[in-house]
């Protein structure tokens, strides 16, 4: 944990902060209305003024913070106010400074601050006005700073009649030097209510000249219902001599001399002179700002495109429905096939159809909960309305969701099907919580999915266990990444017309420390759709170019080393790059290297596939598609992919001597590949009838069984006598 600097003028700025009479059992009221602002303005559920001491924090107003005791080093705010300007934390996680700050790391979750210093008229700054969240934020921006700034601007105002208030010299400085000439509006009156002085904003914002302040009562600041309740505050701030923790009113509302009303900011401060308490009261038109907060805390709960509550909104809400101890049920949905309507219609029909099941949704739920958008085509309903309901009522609704979204939605003259799945779970049965209830109901969703979709599935405890070893897995991945329990083993691949070696195809395993030695098929799915697929694919292609690298300095020179990619691999690095870095840190060229990929990967990351592998051919890498023939857009691939080579599958290689449709998918195969100039191999080949048949039909290449299993290297270079010639020769 980085600690925050002391500054060189700290014993000044500490002098500073003493003349306002703050402490941790000494808020300032006046300030509460700042830190509302900041916290709605934002939709952050913590913000706050903090004052740094010496060594210690503390709070001159904040709302959303629980009990906090927390020194100058933890604090956020005392690395701010060595700033000039407002400090943005985004992922207090992933900074340096902060990632093992106890805020952090502890109960209070601190992800996300963003602070800017509070200076007094000297420049000493006294504390940071923040706000604070428990997750990340990459969207606040230039216009957030600047209204971070214009409150800043507030709170500030506000520290300084607090020291104004205090101090009986300028208590006693007249009213005109002070509020004259102030933006703000300030009205100055007494105990019995008369207004002394306005300044000319103040004269302005009630429609009045400067000169009539004298004779009326300050109750006409507000309207007539509101009149009591203000008579009623100064009677408590005369009595106690102080305004010091006496709440003032969040919703109020003026009038003009002629007669309109406006929403007012209304902020009141008192000192003693001669025996007596004089007022001040800052006023403000905040109609504008209250109507800006309102639309931003719309949009902030509000899904934009279907006009749905968005996810932040539904869990607000399920959160308080259980926290009441409401019975309640959850429905997650979500679209089947929606990508490829998505993908094929464009994104336009694509928001149309999600308008249209928002639309639909929203009708299902209007007298029974909310309807919401989750994300992308994944939406829910919190079902509160009914009874009692319970499991029955809500697969039932659940039923009827199906049934809805597959009625036929016509947008821009296309007739669109498209369908659903649903999981659900009720509290109190399957969860007393908001987030394990609606991680309950996604359990369930993903169930419906892999069942095949289209259905409902109620949640039961099974899944939960489901899910802990699904986590478990992914655990003991991380753990075989760090502790390198990842192997290569290399597939030999065979010329079909002289039986020599061409080269291997590189294949992981994994060294279990309790299981043994794990097949792909063990763990390659998880592997591929985790966090680590990247990772991993990394490591595979160094260490196979490194291999390869190696046996062709050791009698081998024309050897050629496949390697798989996961699809990940696309989406988090330039791969380009990284082939050509790793091929130039083992010297290896690159006519050596033949990447692999599937059609599924071609047709997820389309755009980026194509440019990658583009640069990769100019580059001179191999390309090829393995299991060519499974896919459904095998023959578009082939004109828009730079390949160099078709891998045909398993299943047809070991059917084409009992089947004839298998036969000729390999004759297509071979055909399409002699079009395009491409080279073929066959996967999969058990027998010397398979290999004599392939030979026959015009196949270059291939590997299986008949030649070899996966080897480790050490085997590998033993079976096929890599090294063996060099050795001799040194040996003579």
Same mark, same amino acid.
């Given at each position: 944990?980085?600690?925050?600097?002391?500054?060189?003028?700290?014993?000044?700025?500490?002098?500073?902060?003493?003349?306002?009479?703050? !402490?941790?059992?000494?808020?300032?009221?006046?300030?509460?209305?700042?830190?509302?602002? $900041?916290?709605?303005?934002?939709?952050?559920?913590?913000?706050?003024?903090?004052?740094? +001491?010496?060594?210690? *924090?503390?709070?001159?107003?904040?709302?959303?913070?629980?009990?906090?005791?927390?020194?100058?080093?933890?604090?956020?705010?005392? %690395?701010?106010?060595?700033?000039?300007?407002?400090?943005?934390?985004?992922?207090?996680?992933? &900074?340096?400074?902060?990632?093992?700050?106890?805020?952090?790391?502890?109960?209070?979750?601190?992800?996300?601050?963003?602070?800017?210093?509070?200076?007094?008229?000297?420049?000493?700054?006294?504390?940071?006005?923040? *706000?604070?969240?428990?997750?990340?934020?990459?969207?606040?921006? $230039?216009?957030?700073?600047?209204?971070?700034?214009?409150?800043?601007?507030?709170?500030?105002?506000? /520290?300084?009649?607090?020291?104004?208030?205090?101090?009986?010299?300028?208590?006693?400085?007249?009213?005109?030097?002070?509020?004259?000439?102030?933006?703000?509006?300030?009205?100055?009156?007494?105990?019995?209510?008369?207004?002394?002085?306005?300044?000319?904003?103040?004269?302005?914002?009630?429609?009045?000249?400067?000169?009539?302040?004298?004779?009326?009562?300050?109750?006409? @600041?507000?309207?007539?219902?509101?009149?009591?309740?203000?008579? &009623?505050?100064?009677?408590?701030?005369?009595?106690?001599?102080?305004?010091?923790?006496?709440?003032?009113? *969040?919703?109020?509302?003026?009038?003009?001399?002629?007669?309109?009303?406006?929403?007012?900011?209304?902020?009141?401060?008192?000192?003693?002179?001669?025996?007596?308490?004089?007022?001040?009261? %800052? /006023?403000?038109?905040?109609?504008?700002?209250?109507?800006?907060?309102?639309?931003?805390?719309?949009?902030?709960?509000?899904?934009?495109?279907?006009?749905?509550?968005?996810?932040?909104?539904?869990?607000?809400?399920?959160?308080?429905?259980?926290?009441?101890?409401?019975?309640?049920?959850?429905?997650?949905?979500?679209?089947?096939?929606?990508?490829?309507?998505?993908?094929?219609?464009? %994104?336009?029909?694509?928001?149309?159809?999600?308008?249209?099941? !928002?639309?639909? @949704?929203?009708?299902?739920?209007?007298?029974?909960?909310?309807?919401?958008?989750? +994300?992308?085509?994944?939406?829910?309903?919190?079902?509160?309305?009914?009874?009692?309901?319970?499991?029955?009522?809500?697969?039932?609704?659940?039923?009827? =969701?199906?049934?809805?979204?597959?009625?036929?939605?016509?947008?821009?003259?296309?007739?669109?099907?498209?369908?659903?799945?649903?999981?659900?779970?009720?509290?109190?049965?399957?969860?007393?919580?908001?987030?394990?209830?609606?991680?309950?109901?996604? /359990?369930?969703?993903?169930?419906?999915?892999?069942?095949?979709?289209?259905?409902?599935?109620?949640?039961?405890?099974?899944?939960?266990?489901?899910?802990?070893?699904?986590?478990?897995?992914?655990?003991?991945?991380?753990?075989?990444?760090?502790?390198?329990?990842?192997?290569?083993?290399?597939?030999?691949?065979?010329?079909?017309?002289?039986?020599?070696? =061409?080269?291997?195809?590189?294949?992981?395993?994994?060294?279990?420390?309790?299981?043994?030695?794990?097949?792909?098929?063990?763990?390659?799915?998880?592997?591929?759709?985790?966090?680590?697929?990247?990772?991993?694919?990394?490591?595979?292609?160094?260490?196979?170019?490194?291999?390869?690298?190696?046996?062709?300095?050791?009698?081998?020179?024309?050897?050629?080393?496949?390697?798989?990619?996961?699809?990940? #691999?696309?989406?988090?690095?330039?791969?380009?790059?990284?082939?050509?870095?790793?091929?130039?840190?083992?010297?290896?060229?690159?006519?050596?290297?033949?990447?692999?990929?599937?059609?599924?990967?071609?047709?997820?990351?389309?755009?980026? *596939?194509?440019?990658?592998?583009?640069? @990769?051919?100019?580059?001179?890498?191999?390309?090829?598609?393995?299991?060519?023939?499974?896919?459904?857009?095998?023959?578009?691939?082939?004109?828009?992919?730079?390949?160099?080579?078709?891998?045909?599958?398993?299943?047809?290689?070991? !059917?084409?001597?009992?089947?004839?449709?298998?036969?000729?998918?390999?004759?297509?195969?071979?055909?399409?590949?002699?079009?395009?100039?491409?080279?073929?191999?066959?996967?999969?080949?058990?027998?010397?009838?398979?290999?004599?048949?392939? #030979?026959?039909?015009?196949?270059?290449?291939?590997?299986?069984?008949?030649?070899?299993?996966?080897?480790?290297?050490? #085997?590998?270079?033993?079976?096929?006598?890599?090294?063996?010639?060099?050795?001799?020769?040194?040996?003579?």
């Amino acid at each position: 944990m980085k600690c925050p600097p002391t500054l060189a003028t700290d014993n000044e700025r500490l002098a500073a902060l003493s003349r306002y009479g703050l !402490g941790p059992d000494k808020p300032l009221p006046s300030l509460d209305p700042v830190v509302q602002i $900041a916290a709605r303005m934002f939709g952050m559920p913590v913000a706050a003024v903090n004052m740094i +001491g010496n060594d210690h *924090v503390f709070f001159a107003a904040s709302v959303g913070v629980g009990e906090v005791d927390m020194s100058r080093d933890v604090s956020f705010c005392a %690395h701010a106010i060595t700033q000039d300007d407002v400090m943005v934390v985004p992922d207090a996680r992933l &900074d340096d400074r902060f990632h093992d700050n106890p805020l952090v790391t502890g109960d209070a979750n601190l992800r996300f601050y963003a602070g800017v210093p509070l200076l007094s008229p000297e420049g000493h700054a006294l504390g940071a006005l923040c *706000v604070i969240d428990g997750k990340p934020h990459e969207d606040f921006s $230039a216009e957030d700073r600047q209204r971070l700034r214009e409150l800043a601007k507030m709170a500030s105002d506000r /520290l300084e009649l607090r020291r104004v208030e205090l101090s009986t010299e300028q208590a006693r400085r007249p009213f005109e030097e002070f509020a004259k000439n102030s933006p703000t509006a300030v009205v100055w009156f007494n105990e019995a209510r008369n207004i002394v002085a306005w300044n000319d904003a103040a004269a302005r914002l009630y429609g009045h000249d400067l000169k009539d302040s004298a004779g009326h009562s300050a109750d006409m @600041l507000l309207v007539e219902g509101e009149r009591q309740a203000f008579r &009623d505050l100064v009677a408590r701030a005369v009595a106690a001599g102080s305004v010091d923790g006496i709440e003032m009113p *969040v919703e109020a509302h003026g009038v003009r001399k002629d007669g309109t009303e406006f929403q007012l900011g209304l902020s009141l401060f008192c000192w003693r002179e001669n025996g007596r308490l004089t007022f001040n009261a %800052h /006023l403000q038109d905040v109609t504008a700002r209250r109507r800006e907060e309102n639309e931003l805390h719309r949009m902030a709960s509000t899904d934009l495109l279907t006009g749905l509550a968005n996810r932040a909104r539904f869990y607000r809400r399920t959160e308080r429905v259980l926290t009441s101890a409401q019975p309640a049920a959850v429905v997650m949905i979500d679209l089947d096939g929606f990508k490829d309507l998505n993908d094929t219609l464009g %994104h336009v029909v694509g928001d149309g159809i999600l308008s249209e099941v !928002g639309q639909r @949704l929203q009708a299902l739920a209007a007298n029974l909960g909310l309807a919401a958008r989750i +994300g992308g085509d994944e939406f829910a309903l919190l079902l509160t309305a009914a009874a009692e309901p319970d499991e029955a009522m809500a697969m039932g609704m659940a039923q009827q =969701v199906i049934e809805k979204i597959a009625e036929p939605i016509v947008i821009d003259g296309h007739e669109v099907h498209v369908g659903a799945s649903c999981g659900v779970a009720v509290a109190p049965l399957h969860a007393q919580e908001a987030l394990e209830l609606i991680g309950n109901a996604d /359990l369930a969703l993903f169930q419906a999915k892999r069942l095949g979709g289209g259905q409902a599935f109620g949640f039961v405890t099974a899944l939960r266990m489901e899910a802990a070893a699904r986590r478990l897995y992914n655990m003991e991945l991380h753990r075989a990444v760090a502790d390198g329990e990842f192997v290569l083993f290399y597939q030999p691949q065979i010329r079909l017309n002289d039986g020599a070696l =061409v080269g291997a195809e590189a294949l992981i395993r994994w060294h279990h420390p309790v299981r043994g030695l794990l097949a792909p098929a063990a763990f390659l799915p998880a592997l591929d759709g985790g966090p680590l697929a990247a990772t991993v694919g990394a490591w595979i292609l160094d260490e196979a170019c490194a291999q390869a690298a190696r046996w062709r300095r050791a009698g081998a020179p024309d050897f050629r080393m496949g390697v798989n990619l996961f699809g990940a #691999q696309f989406r988090v690095s330039r791969l380009a790059d990284e082939v050509i870095a790793a091929l130039d840190r083992h010297g290896l060229p690159p006519q050596a290297l033949e990447l692999e990929i599937t059609e599924n990967i071609a047709l997820d990351h389309d755009e980026l *596939v194509v440019e990658a592998f583009q640069r @990769l051919r100019d580059y001179g890498v191999g390309v090829a598609f393995d299991d060519f023939g499974t896919g459904y857009a095998s023959l578009s691939l082939l004109k828009r992919y730079p390949l160099t080579r078709l891998k045909m599958d398993r299943s047809f290689v070991q !059917g084409m001597l009992e089947s004839e449709r298998d036969a000729s998918v390999i004759r297509a195969v071979l055909d399409m590949s002699r079009a395009f100039n491409l080279e073929t191999i066959a996967e999969g080949v058990e027998t010397e009838a398979q290999r004599l048949a392939l #030979q026959d039909a015009g196949c270059d290449e291939a590997q299986g069984y008949l030649f070899n299993r996966p080897l480790p290297a050490a #085997q590998f270079e033993e079976a096929y006598r890599i090294g063996l010639s060099t050795q001799n020769r040194n040996s003579a």
